[in-house]
Nanobody, 124 residues
Framework: QVQLVESGGGLVQAGDSLRLSCSAS????????MAWFRQAPGKEREFVAG????????DYTDSVKGRFTISRDNTKNRVYLQMNSLKPDDTAVYYC?????????????????WGQGTQVTVSS
């Protein structure tokens, strides 16, 4: 059984930084691509960033490019999302997800395990 647990969310001001962490349990963590999604109130869950199992390839949604960085430590079964220059539009619940395979996918059906989410609120 795979479990994903996010942490690191909180209430910050515009321009501040946060680092989200996702801890994964279960076997073969390093064989799968991982991603962060977010969901704001009244909106659909959207792809934020993804990383392949080696960490050699990453992908970001346009609105976070240059501000967010995804990384992973396969020795610790962890994925991270460093978020800098936060904006009020970044306010959402952030979810960690495991891909169904080795590729980064940008839509939710491409992921089979999800964490419970961590709230990020950015005030103006």
């Amino acid at each position: 059984q795979v479990q994903l647990v996010e942490s690191g969310g909180g209430l910050v001001q515009a321009g501040d930084s946060l680092r989200l962490s996702c801890s994964a349990s279960g076997r073969d963590f390093s064989r799968y691509a991982m991603a962060w999604f977010r969901q704001a109130p009244g909106k659909e869950r959207e792809f934020v960033a993804g990383i392949t199992w080696t960490g050699g390839t990453t992908d970001y949604t346009d609105s976070v490019k240059g501000r967010f960085t995804i990384s992973r430590d396969n020795t610790k079964n962890r994925v991270y999302l460093q978020m800098n220059s936060l904006k009020p539009d970044d306010t959402a619940v952030y979810y960690c997800a495991r891909s169904r395979g080795s590729l980064i996918r940008t839509t939710t059906p491409g992921y089979d395990y999800w964490g419970q989410g961590t709230q990020v609120t950015v005030s103006s």
